[in-house]
């Protein structure tokens, strides 16, 4: 019998797409997965096509991380979840389009949106106009209001989770809505305080979420400026239109009874629109949030995506299925581990430097001084960094405080641990760059979830661009460092970061 022959297809991919990881499944359900999108606190999402799909539309599939879906009643609340996110409308929200709870690593595909996440584009362009800001605000109060209708609260919004598209912006999926303990880590200046103490996500905990995002976005910081204080007191509301305050300031309500409910916010947001736009231009078809988006949301120019011809067949057969995915994580973190574990494990176990020096020979050192000491542990705080959106990275190296303890704690914050660290032989804040190439292994602070840590090393995959997201939410990271070959003047690029964190105790 003949092998059917292999097919090609043309996609068009974002132009930084990450390659595919070893032991990723090259297919996950009817889809063939062509990258990486980028992993958050609930899954790894993919740059996939359908190969019945002529058009190769391309579509992002979510891979559910094991730990939420542990039991079969996660598993039955996640089918729940999903049915009922797949019937909300897709105008201002992105819903999951297929999905299969029931698989041995649960997934779920969505439309793929080209568009930048909220916080990157605020954090490169500073905050938005008053014109995009309302058609932002419209947006994702009709986004809520599609869900609300459905009785379904969303329970996670933040700017990470806000696309802007060319057409306007597009709230991603949120299949998972987190718990108190990880919001409280994650997404603590976006989240409503009795969400933080551990409540249940519902459209009050939505509408506060929003006004959160609505400050961020006018005034570029969030409204809380330490975390745990309770947002009401200390909201920057100066950045808003005046016409928007008084329901933002309501939305963000420390009592779920005293915010409005998402219908009035959309109205108010509404009328503060037809306030300050004035009522000379000529009328726009459909309904209000499309007549603001039609006239406010410009001047966003998504991505240009570079077309690559994908092997269906090809691709099919690198496809380890489900059982490869787990896998995945555990052999990246291996393979790495192997390189250049010592250094961090010798000093994280009271070998200081006297062993962080004398490491076993890395397979390919580079000539230099850090090489000859082995892999330099550093700390990257984000406080140093001038730029913290574009580099380069400022880092010191560090080594153990001789009084710190030689078993740490496994539960420290990240600013305990960093103090547990001090400036290695006086030398030097330095400067490299972290590129789309620098594989990143992250252990606690970075990843939004437990486990991740083996050896006292980070085995969790991301990508230097996410690392970078993580920096800017201000917490220090404890970090091993290889370099790139030698490129020339300038700082250095980063190949691999490895967060260095205690292995917790089970
Ligand atoms: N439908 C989509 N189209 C384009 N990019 C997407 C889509 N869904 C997710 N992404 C991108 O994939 C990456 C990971 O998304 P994900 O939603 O898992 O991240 P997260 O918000 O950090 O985590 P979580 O929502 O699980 O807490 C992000 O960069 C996100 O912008």
Not at 56 to 68: D, I, N, R, Y
Not at 428 to 446: M, Y
């Amino acid at each position: 019998m003949s092998r059917p022959a292999e097919r090609e297809i043309s996609v068009l991919v974002p132009p930084h797409l990450a390659p595919l990881a070893p032991g990723d499944p090259g297919a996950v359900g009817p889809y063939v997965l062509i990258g990486r999108l980028g992993a958050g606190g609930t899954g790894t999402v993919f740059a996939a096509v359908d190969p019945a799909d002529t058009d190769g539309e391309l579509v992002a599939v979510k891979v559910v991380h094991p730990w939420p879906v542990e039991d079969p009643q996660d598993r039955a609340r996640l089918q729940a979840r999903l049915g009922a996110l797949a019937g909300v409308d897709g105008r201002c929200y992105v819903p999951p389009v297929t999905f299969d709870a029931e698989a041995e690593h649960p997934w779920l595909a969505m439309p793929y949106v080209a568009g930048l996440a909220l916080d990157g584009f605020v954090r490169e362009h500073g905050p938005l106009g008053r014109g995009r800001l309302i058609a932002l605000v419209a947006a994702l109060g009709e986004a809520l209001s599609a869900l609300h209708g459905d009785d379904v609260a969303y329970g996670d919004l933040t700017p990470g989770n806000v696309l802007l598209s060319g057409r306007g912006p597009r709230l991603l999926d949120c299949a998972l809505p987190g718990d108190g303990e990880l919001l409280r880590r994650t997404a603590a200046a976006w989240t409503a305080p009795e969400r933080l103490e551990g409540g249940d996500a519902s459209a009050a905990s939505d509408v506060f979420s929003w006004a959160a995002i609505a400050v961020f976005a006018a005034s570029g910081r969030p409204p809380v400026e330490d975390e745990g204080t309770p947002a009401s007191s200390t909201p920057w509301l100066e950045g808003l239109p005046a016409e928007m305050r008084p329901i933002v300031r309501r939305a963000l309500s420390e009592a779920p009874r005293d915010r409005p409910t998402v219908r009035e916010v959309l109205g108010a947001t509404i009328a503060a629109w037809e306030a300050v736009s004035g009522s000379d231009a000529p009328p726009v078809q459909g309904t209000a949030v499309t007549q603001v988006l039609t006239r406010e949301w410009r001047g966003i120019v998504e991505p240009d995506r570079l077309p690559r011809l994908v092997r269906l067949g090809a691709n099919r057969r690198r496809g380890a299925g489900r059982a490869a995915l787990v896998a995945g994580g555990s052999v990246v973190a291996l393979a790495l581990i192997g390189g250049g574990g010592y250094a961090a494990y010798a000093a994280l176990n009271g070998g200081g430097t006297e062993q962080a020096e004398n490491p076993p020979a890395p397979s390919s050192p580079p000539p230099s001084t850090e090489a000859q000491q082995g892999p330099p542990i550093v700390r990257f705080d984000p406080a140093d960094q001038e730029n913290p959106a574009e580099g380069p990275w400022t880092y010191t190296r560090v080594e153990r405080r001789p009084s710190a303890p030689e078993t740490p704690a496994a539960t420290l914050a990240p600013d305990a641990w960093s103090e547990q660290w001090r400036p290695a032989g006086g030398d030097a804040v330095r400067e490299a760059v972290i590129t789309a190439d620098t594989e990143v292994l992250c252990g606690r602070f970075c990843v939004p979830g437990p486990g991740y840590i083996e050896d006292d090393r980070g085995t969790f995959p991301l990508s230097g661009p996410e690392f970078i997201d993580y920096l800017s939410w201000g917490e220090p990271v404890i970090a091993e460092l290889e370099f790139a070959e030698d490129g020339g003047d300038g700082p250095r690029e980063i190949s691999r970061i490895v967060e260095v964190y205690p292995t917790p105790a089970d």
